[in-house]
């Protein structure tokens, strides 16, 4: 069954539509024939969802635990694309499998309805998480970034925990390493900048080794694990602050020319960059590959501690990301929201039961 979804994913473009797709194909009926047919448990799945990571510049490079611990493993997808390349439109599809004009987030700013009241109103009651929980049998969890604007005073601040998630760990507004306030089930939870304390993705890699130690085992678990790496500001774990010292941003053909054929905002871009604008997207490469060392240390204990227990087998585990990235290509210094390869294309890697280990989407 499991094999069926993941052949006929595999003929067409994947999108976080076909990630909520399976989600629901799953719970609405692959979980419970499965159960039924084979009396296997119902599967668990992980969801681990970074925050501007880039396939088409170099981005899974750093991640090499990631790679064989869910890639070798599983499934590696070569053409995930997203509905929206900017965090909050595309966070709302991943959560709802509905394309930006449907779900009406169109920026990352309340006005734009990120994490609005309107949002909250409308499309929330109906993510993924809400049916997984409602029409499944799942215990859910979340624990890092959500929506940009989460916990705004103006949007109920983190008092406000979404329908569909039993345990509620959210980080406060976007991305940050330290010095952050997290929603733990509605109430806020300060963090300083002392390394061992609050260092935000080693927090969700040990909020997320508390939850599978903690859950029922007689409930199958739907977890989701949101990274603020690699966004800025690109803070590094002490260990890895001076890791990749000669890594730059890679000079393929598109970098640092002028997009000439390209849209217009594309075509202001100063061509060549200045010195300084290069030193800087540089440095900006390789700081977000050191917030990256970290995130694959997350995989690594999630996956080791689902082995331990005796659950990996019976788990889909899924990595991508929210939006691609650039870093010079037709000279656009950095960011992301362009509708270019860079920053639509992202990693999508599964593995889980009955997923063949060393498979490629389209096969290479
Ligand atoms: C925000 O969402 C609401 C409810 O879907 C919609 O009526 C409104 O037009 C949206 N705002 C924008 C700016 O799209
Ligand atoms: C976000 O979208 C809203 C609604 O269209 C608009 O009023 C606002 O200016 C936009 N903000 C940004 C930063 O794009
Ligand atoms: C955290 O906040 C403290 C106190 O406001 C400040 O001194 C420090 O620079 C901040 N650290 C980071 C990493 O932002
Ligand atoms: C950081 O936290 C650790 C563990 O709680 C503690 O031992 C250490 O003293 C703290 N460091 C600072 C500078 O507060
Ligand atoms: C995570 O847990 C480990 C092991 O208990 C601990 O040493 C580390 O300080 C914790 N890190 C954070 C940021 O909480
Ligand atoms: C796990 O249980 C401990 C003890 O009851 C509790 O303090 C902690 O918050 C729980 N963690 C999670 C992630 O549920
Ligand atoms: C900019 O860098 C290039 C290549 O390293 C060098 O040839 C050029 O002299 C530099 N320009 C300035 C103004 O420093």
């Known amino acids: 069954m499991a094999l069926f979804v993941f052949n006929s994913a595999s003929k067409m473009v994947s999108s976080p539509l076909v990630i909520v797709r399976f989600l629901l194909i799953c719970v609405t009926l692959l979980c419970n024939s499965l159960a039924e047919a084979t009396m296997n448990p119902t599967p668990n799945i992980v969801l681990i969802l970074t925050d501007d990571l880039d396939v088409s510049i170099g981005g899974m490079m750093p991640l090499v635990k990631t790679k064989k611990l869910i890639g070798d493993a599983g499934i590696t997808f070569t053409n995930t694309f997203v509905a929206s ?8 599809s991943i959560l709802t499998g509905k394309y930006p004009h449907n779900h009406h987030v169109v920026n990352n700013t309340l006005e734009g309805n990120c994490s609005s009241t309107a949002w909250q109103k409308t499309q929330e009651p109906e993510t993924f998480s809400a049916f997984l929980q409602k029409h ?175 659950e990996l087998s019976n788990t889909y585990i899924i990595f991508t990301s929210d939006n691609g990235y650039h870093t010079g290509q037709f000279s656009l210094p950095m960011d992301k929201r362009q509708l270019y390869e860079f920053d639509i294309r992202v990693p999508l890697l599964v593995r889980g039961p009955n997923i063949k280990p060393k498979q490629t989407s389209p096969v290479k």
């Not at 390349?85 to 709302?92: D, G, I």
């Open 136 to 310: 499944g049998t799942y215990q859910t969890f979340f624990a890092g970034k959500y929506l940009n604007e989460y916990g705004s005073k103006k949007a109920g601040g983190v008092e406000h925990v979404p329908p569909g998630w039993d345990h509620w760990f959210a980080l406060e507004r976007n991305s940050k390493y330290y010095n952050y306030t997290l929603s733990v089930n509605g109430r806020a939870q300060r963090h300083g900048q002392n390394y061992s304390e609050d260092y935000l993705t080693d927090v969700l890699a040990n909020i997320s080794i508390d939850f599978l130690e903690n859950k029922s085992n007689r409930r199958p678990f739907f977890m989701m694990v949101s990274t603020p790496a690699p966004h800025s500001p690109w803070t590094a774990a002490p260990q890895y602050e001076s890791s990749f010292p000669n890594v730059k941003a890679p000079r393929d053909p598109n970098f640092n020319i002028h997009g000439k054929d390209k849209h217009w905002l594309i075509r202001q871009a100063k061509t060549p960059m200045t010195n300084s604008s290069v030193e800087f997207l540089d440095n900006a490469y390789r700081k977000r590959w050191r917030t990256l060392l970290s995130v694959d240390d997350l995989v690594e204990k999630v996956v080791r501690k689902l082995e331990v227990r005796g």
């Open 85 to 92: 390349p900017l965090c909050c439109p595309s966070r709302a």
